[in-house]
């Protein structure tokens, strides 16, 4: 086969041949030889048909019958052999018989003889080429003899590479010439001489000459020339213009042929009307048809260049165009309403008017086009208004007529030509131009703000939110459609579908969507159809299933963007909201309900009742997925109505039967099980979003449905190999809430998520990436993190919450195994804890593949950097107790210069002093005062006295507040005013007596008690510290070391320190009620230690009962629900399902505002965390459940206990708030650089002080108080 015949040589040079007119005006459009020679060697990868040609076709059959063996024999030789040595390293099967068949003796023979051939082939296409091309230039020749002897010896032709067109290069008097003889008052003979002459000749030279004004009105005047081949030649010649010449010379030919145009439809000779109906294959339409057909397509093409040449030319394009569009009869013509104008030409050829979408597409020209339209022909808008007007009217009319409308003209699904439009056709047709006309001009300020307009037969003027209501109403009475036009109703011209399209371009323009839908008026006639419904008045609307999947999707995606959420939430309007008038979030959730209850009695039976119920349902996601949309949609109860549904369906779900193999699957028994199973997973998926809050996530608890949920969102997750950026933020946020809680933790554990997240996290740091080929070993990490662990990093942190350490960990060995296989996989956190964090053992060392990377990731995980000097700063951090100021940490990294680490090693106490920060101790407040004054000028002195005396009149009032009345107020005023100028008074011994005396007071007053109980005798003071747990053994020889570092505490604090522990624990205990729970944080004591109790013995300076009495006290008040952490474990005080969620009221109360104001006030910051796929919730609930230690100084830890206490429980929440405000610069920072989870863990809060904010948390206050004190006081009703 490697030997061609002269048979073979003739097929493949007709092959060729084929092959290269295919290619033709690829390689004729390239700028140089080069340039065609890549596209020919790139024609794979950009002709679609490159396969399909014959010639390659024939290659590949000849290659295949070439080499076939050789390449058998070869993959037989590898496959047969398995051997490694000759298949190794990066090789693949592929690449190794590619290269022993391209070593064969058979390829180079084959290659010898195609070379060959290709040879004589080639050469004998270029030699017969250029015959041809010296055959036509001969017959050219003799023609152009022949019929132009008078252009002398001058004249030669020459063949365009693109057009393959003759052309004929004259001089400026030939030109002239010709100029006359295409005069209408000549011979038709010489005009039609002159006109063939012309098309022969270059437009650019035609254009460019200075004969051309004469000849362009002479062509204009010859478009209506009676004879159809000589006007149609002329249109030929425009065409070719358009093709072949600069935008500068074009557009006068575009405005000859537009001038044209409106001079015809205003003269004498134009009849068509509308009513007569219009037929395309008429001559005289079909002129007009293809002359306006000429402009639309220039009209289409011309904005890609015309940016490039002065903006004059552009205005001329578009003035003549307007102007042409504008043309009417007289409005006092007896016929002027039937007129059939241009507009409906250039309708019928571009009906969804491309043309404009085109032309204002770019600011250069849509400026000039929206000032035209405002200051000459506004008349264009006005009559696309009126247009939308009247077929609006004519709906309407319609429907209340047969409460249906069948008789639309509506679109040709099928493939018949369509020679004959009626005259309501053509109408409908030109409102779809209307409609997508304005719909496009609505989506720039400069076109709404044409807007209001006046029409004729209106006294009132069409204002834009007027238009926006047309809109919306005409998707209600858009025309019915069959089920089988429904199903396919991709680029129909329906009034509903066309409508879509607007609105949904409109909800993705920010500045767009709050001029025309974010208004009271628009989102009324939204909700009209719902309304009607709800009310059981008449509904007069085609295709109500339909209808209201439409207006589902415009809300969903209103719902979706800030502002237009805050429109269904609260109106269009805050401040002037209407009176017993309810915002749009109440009529949606409450038809949204009547859906689910099957309450709605004209979609009883529908076929599409799930896919309106899931569209409704889907609006309200959008809306309870945020803190502040939840709020409004709780007292609805819509969680239960959603849970009770996936009951229901999760039943019927039951009973689908199992797929049997050769079933017909497309039987209507599979069908109706394939709709339940889709219903049931529409109705889990609007169940999980409910925990993308922290009180969602507590309803969702409720709902019983959280394992369900869970499962199915690894499930999905397992199905999807991509997920777009937006879900893996909400997948992130979801996974992030769901870790801070022990009930949605467990799910995680039980549905698998947490083993394939461990698995995959494996295969990372052991294995490496799948799609990454290893060329060479990788070298050792430098980084923290190498990034491609980055991500898994993250969520491991994001799943690390206490709640779920201690309920998946809790109670579990470290496995310890003698041995460990290489393919041995870890399956869970204790397993990851195991085999790469406390590696105690040779056997977990040797089980590594890369144990650089993975043990630094461990440690990593508890914080930081490499080996030993990571190990140096984690053991310190763990050892050492305070705020920024308070301990001093070691570095991460190794210095330049001569002692690149000067940190000294801490491997066993005690500690060394170097970590530890000088702390001043106590001294008399007198020698203070007195060390103070001397410097102080007058002024300084007397605010310095002043503060002093507000302290005392403080203390005086808290000694004796009888007799006056309002006295807590008195009490808070004082409070702010130390803050404000002596925050450093409000500490030690004075912090001590304020607190008590204010708590005592407040707990003896029946009104302030949220709380109530019996007294409790403490019990024996010799408590043993053996008897409490390990977790709080530990937490008391931190408090206490801490305590006297800060000098607090003296010897035998401990056991003061335990005797509190005990008998809070005692205290509590009386307040608890059993509970029958798998949960391990619910089988007895609080899971935690309690540094809330601890900082209050602190504060009360290690003095057992006078911190026993304290908290006594204070557990009568609301503010020790939020303040004291285990106060509410187990708590009678709370309801039966509150307790056995597991869930605290600080999570689901306090955290659930902290990111609902954060999202009002800090914006930035709120967006950073969902970037992030970390949620504000869980650093909170750290934050608070310690108290902040190791966050701040002593002193500000002081100043917020005693701020919550003196100002209020919902102080927390504006305390958080100004933390994050605090932050919001390294937030935003640590965002980009992707590690915010472990800056907010691990770092502290540098530079905060509570009395720096306590005018910003004064200003929330008065915004925010009665809503979150409500919600703080409903912790004991059910579902709050």
């Known amino acids: 086969m490697s030997q061609f015949t002269n048979e073979d040589e003739a097929l493949l040079q007709s092959m060729l041949r084929q092959l290269l007119q295919s290619v033709k005006e690829k390689i004729t459009g390239a700028p140089s030889v080069e340039c065609a020679e890549e596209i020919l060697l790139h024609l794979e990868e950009t002709d679609e048909n490159f396969h399909n040609y014959e010639f390659v076709k024939y290659l590949r059959q000849y290659i295949n019958n070439t080499l076939g063996s050789v390449i058998e024999e070869e993959s037989e030789k590898c496959t047969s052999t398995q051997s490694q040595s000759e298949v190794s390293g990066y090789d693949t099967l592929v690449q190794h018989v590619t290269k022993k068949t391209r070593e064969s003796k058979q390829y180079r023979e084959m290659m010898h003889a195609l070379k060959n051939v290709m040879m004589v082939v080639v050469e004998s296409l270029v030699n017969k080429f250029e015959e041809d091309r010296m055959c036509k230039k001969e017959l050219d020749s003799e023609t152009k003899k022949k019929s132009q002897s008078y252009y002398g010896t001058d004249n030669y032709s020459d063949s365009d590479s693109s057009f393959n067109q003759s052309y004929t290069f004259m001089s400026q008097e030939q030109l002239q010439l010709l100029v006359e003889k295409l005069d209408p008052i000549q011979p038709k003979e010489v005009r039609q001489e002159a006109l063939q002459t012309l098309c022969l000749a270059p437009p650019s030279d035609v254009l460019s000459s200075e004969c051309w004004p004469n000849l362009r009105k002479h062509l204009t005047m010859s478009l209506s020339d009676p004879d159809e081949i000589f006007s149609e030649k002329i249109l030929r010649f425009y065409a070719k213009t358009f093709s072949s010449s600069p935008f500068n010379m074009t557009r006068e030919v575009y405005t000859s042929l537009a001038q044209h145009l409106e001079f015809y439809f205003l003269s004498g000779e134009y009849s068509l009307r509308i009513s007569s109906g219009l037929d395309v294959s008429n001559a005289e339409v079909t002129r007009i048809l293809k002359k306006v057909r000429l402009l639309n397509e220039y009209q289409k093409e011309a904005p890609s260049s015309w940016i490039r040449y002065p903006e004059k030319y552009m205005e001329e394009i ?24 241009p507009i409906y030409f250039l309708a019928l050829l571009d009906i969804k008017a491309v043309w404009f979408k085109k032309w204002t597409h770019a600011h250069y020209s849509r400026t000039v086009i929206l000032r035209l339209l405002e200051k000459k022909y506004k008349s264009l808008i006005n009559a696309a208004v009126q247009q939308c007007l009247d077929y609006f009217e004519f709906c309407k009319a319609a429907v209340c007529k047969t409460s249906r409308v069948n008789d639309f003209p509506q679109q040709h699904s099928n493939n018949e030509q369509k020679f004959f439009y009626t005259g309501s056709e053509l109408q409908y047709i030109y409102f779809v131009h209307s409609l997508c006309l304005l719909g496009r001009l609505l989506i720039y300020k400069q076109g709404r703000n044409l807007f209001p307009v006046q029409l004729k037969n209106k ?71 719902l309304q009607s419904l709800l009310n059981g008045t008449e509904v007069f609307i085609n295709c109500l299933e339909t209808t209201l999947i439409d207006i589902a999707d415009i809300l969903a995606r209103i719902a979706a963007a800030e502002d237009g959420l805050s429109v269904l939430l609260y109106g269009g309007n805050k401040n002037s909201a209407k009176e017993n008038s309810p915002t749009a979030v109440h009529i949606i959730v409450q038809f949204t309900k009547k859906l689910l209850h099957d309450d709605i009695s004209l979609l009883s039976g529908s076929e599409l009742l799930q896919v309106v119920k899931g569209a409704f349902i889907f609006v309200c996601r959008q809306m309870y997925r945020t803190c502040e949309g939840l709020q409004m949609l709780i007292p609805y109860g819509l969680h239960e109505s ?69 499962s199915f969102m690894f499930n999905s997750l397992s199905k999807k190999h991509q997920a777009n950026e937006h879900e893996e933020f909400d997948n992130g946020v979801i996974v992030a809430q ?56 993250l969520c491991l942190i994001n799943l690390l ?29 204790i397993n990851i804890i195991d085999r790469i964090i406390i590696l105690n053992s040779e056997a977990k060392i040797h089980s590594l593949f890369n144990y650089e990377q993975s043990h630094v990731f461990g440690l990593r995980d508890f914080i930081v950097d490499s080996l030993s000097v990571e190990r140096n700063h984690v053991l310190v951090r763990i050892n050492l107790i305070g705020g920024p100021q308070e301990r001093i940490l070691p570095s991460r990294t190794l210095d330049k210069g001569s002692d690149p680490y000067p940190w000294p090693m801490f491997s066993s106490f005690p500690l060394p002093k170097c970590y530890l920060a000088e702390v001043p101790r106590k001294a008399d407040f007198k020698q203070a005062l007195f060390r103070n004054l001397i410097p102080m000028q007058t002024s300084r002195l007397t605010f310095w006295l002043n503060s002093d005396k507000v302290l005392d ?60 109980m019996g007294r409790y005798e403490a019990t024996d003071a010799d408590v043993k510290k053996e008897n409490l747990s390990s977790v709080q053994q530990l937490g008391i020889e931190m408090t206490v070391r801490y305590g006297k570092h800060l000098n607090l505490l003296k010897e035998h604090a401990e056991n003061e320190l335990c005797f509190v522990l005990m008998n809070c624990e005692q205290f509590l205990k009386q307040q608890q009620r059993a509970v029958v729970s798998s949960l391990r944080c619910l089988q007895g004591h609080y899971p935690g230690y309690d540094w809330f109790a601890s900082s209050v013995f602190l504060i009360m300076s290690g003095d057992g009962e006078k911190t026993l009495t304290f908290l006594q006290q204070f557990s009568h008040l609301l503010v020790s629900a939020f303040l004291w952490i285990p106060r509410l474990h187990m708590s009678v005080h709370l309801p039966i399902a509150t307790v056995e969620s597991g869930i605290h009221p600080v999570y689901f109360c306090s955290a659930h505002y902290i990111e609902m104001l954060l999202k009002a006030e800090l914006p930035l910051v709120f967006s950073a965390f969902h970037m992030s796929g970390f949620t504000p919730s869980q650093i909170c609930l750290q934050w608070i459940t310690q108290c902040f230690w190791n966050y701040m100084d002593w002193s500000e830890i002081c100043h917020y206990i005693a701020t919550c206490i ?75």
């Open 318 to 341: 578009v003035e003549s165009t307007l102007s042409l569009l504008s043309v009417k009869h007289d409005p006092n013509h007896p016929a002027s309403s039937d007129f059939l104008s």
């Open 459 to 529: 006294k009132d003027c069409v204002s834009l939110t007027d238009l926006l209501v047309l809109f919306t109403q005409l998707i209600y009475y858009s025309p019915s459609y069959s089920k089988e036009a429904l199903a396919a109703r991709t680029d129909n011209y329906s009034p509903a579908s066309l409508v879509m399209e607007i609105l949904q371009v409109f909800c993705d323009q920010t500045g767009c969507a709050t001029d025309c839908l974010y208004t009271d008026v628009v989102m009324d006639a939204l909700l009209d159809p």
């Open 642 to 710: 959603i849970g009770e549904a996936w009951k229901k369906a999760s039943l019927l779900s039951e009973r689908v039967p199992t797929p049997v193999t050769g079933a017909d699957s497309t039987s209507s028994i599979s069908l109706d099980s394939k709709n339940v199973v889709l219903w049931e997973e529409t109705l889990l998926d609007a169940l999980l979003n409910f925990s993308a809050t922290p009180k969602g996530l507590f309803l969702l608890h409720s709902t019983g449905a959280m394992s369900d949920c869970v």
């Open 738 to 793: 769901m870790a801070t809680t022990p009930t949605a933790a467990v799910a995680l554990q039980s549905s698998g998520f947490i083993k394939t997240f461990v698995a995959k996290l494996w295969a990372l740091l052991e294995c490496g990436k799948d799609d990454v080929r290893i060329t060479q070993p990788k070298s050792t990490p430098v980084d923290p993190i190498d990034q491609s662990c980055q991500k898994s990093f």
């Open 801 to 829: 919450t206490y709640p779920a350490v201690f309920e998946l960990l809790s109670e579990q060995d470290i496995p310890n195994k003698p041995m460990y296989s290489h393919r041995e996989v870890p399956t869970d956190i």
């Open 953 to 1012: 009149k403080l203390m005086s009032i808290l000694q004796s507040p009888g007799g006056q009345s309002e006295w807590a107020e008195i009490c808070r005023r004082q409070f702010c005013k130390i803050m404000k100028t002596r925050p450093d008074t409000i500490s030690g011994p004075i912090l001590a007596e304020l607190i008590e005396k204010f708590v005592l007071h407040l707990s003896e007053s029946r009104s302030n008690c949220y709380f109530s």
């Open 1206 to 1280: 003196f100002l209020g429980p919902d102080y927390q929440v504006y305390m958080c708030i100004s933390v994050f405000r605090h932050l919001q610069q390294d937030i935003l920072r640590h965002t980009e650089a992707q590690d915010l989870q472990v800056f907010l863990k691990e770092e502290a809060l540098h530079g905060f002080r509570v009395t720096d904010y306590l005018e910003y948390m004064e200003s929330l206050e008065l915004i925010y108080r009665p809503m979150l004190l409500k919600d703080m006081r409903n912790i004991r009703v059910q579902n709050t």
